[in-house]
């Protein structure tokens, strides 16, 4: 069995676990919050941050081309989504609640654990690097939100400035950079907690699983998948093959590309106060969809 299928049933496994338990009464949706909050304030920066920590930095020039890739592709598809969404008379609450979705890959959640099962080590670094350009997206959308609907840029800024994974980012290249010791039980403590990230977030992701959304939100279903699982990573292969990508960095941009909805999208549809019910919709089911489509894409590139 070749690491591709490995990874993706193990991905699979985890979630079905997650909605297995849920279905059970074991766990509950209720649990999917502070499952959340553990794994975003708690798990994954440790897990950044020691993968940055411990990474040979001398390849950062050839990173940094990796958050424009993704960077570019969501922007292209959020604009030809926008005149498309134009065209079907949505009014603006529910054009930019599924415009959201497009734009927001999950290039963290989902995005670290397949790159790390496929490509090691190596793979995860540079999607860290491609998670950046989604850190960026989510602050260009909550500045767009606040002009059309409302809000304060200070409550837009101090939620990017206080995301946890982004000061992981920052405290590992700088602890990196300045050769800083960080000893070897917190070196341990913060790998074994990073370890415990994937799977939580997996079993988050099953109880977040819902069908009901099939029927209630069909239409805007089928548009987010096709323009999140399919548009999208096929504008990211176009730009990584003009500026030519090759090897890891053309693979790992192509897969994060192809990356579902993140959960980022529907924090922009609560905290704006859109349908975040359609939002959430399209996230859940895109989601699900992308357990077929992500193999699919692996392969072929």
Known sequence: MSAIEVTILSIIIMIGLGYFLKRIDFLSEKDIDPFNRIVMYILMPCMIFHAIYSADMSLLPKLGV?????????LATGIVSYFIL?????????????????????????GYPVNLGIYGQDGFLRAIFCDIATLCIFLMLSCALILKFGGTVKTAVRKIAFFPPLWAVVLGLVFNFLNIPIGAVVDNTVNYLGQGAIPLIMIALGLSIDFTALSRSKSMIV??????????????????????????????????AAMPSGML?????????????????????????????LPVIIMLI
């Open 86 to 110: 134009k065209q079907l008379n949505l009014d603006d609450i529910q054009l930019w609640s599924v415009l959201v979705t497009v734009m927001i890959a999950n290039t963290a959640f989902m």
């Open 66 to 74: 990796l958050p424009f890739v993704i960077l570019a592709s969501s």
């Open 265 to 293: 999208s529907l924090l922009l549809a609560i905290t704006y106060k859109l349908d975040y019910e359609l939002t959430s919709d399209c996230i859940l089911i895109n989601t699900v969809i992308s357990l077929i489509t």
């Open 223 to 256: 548009f987010t998948s096709i323009m999140k699982l399919a548009f999208f990573p096929f504008v990211a292969f176009i730009i990584a093959t003009q500026i030519g990508l090759v090897d890891l960095q053309y693979s790992v941009s192509i897969v994060e």
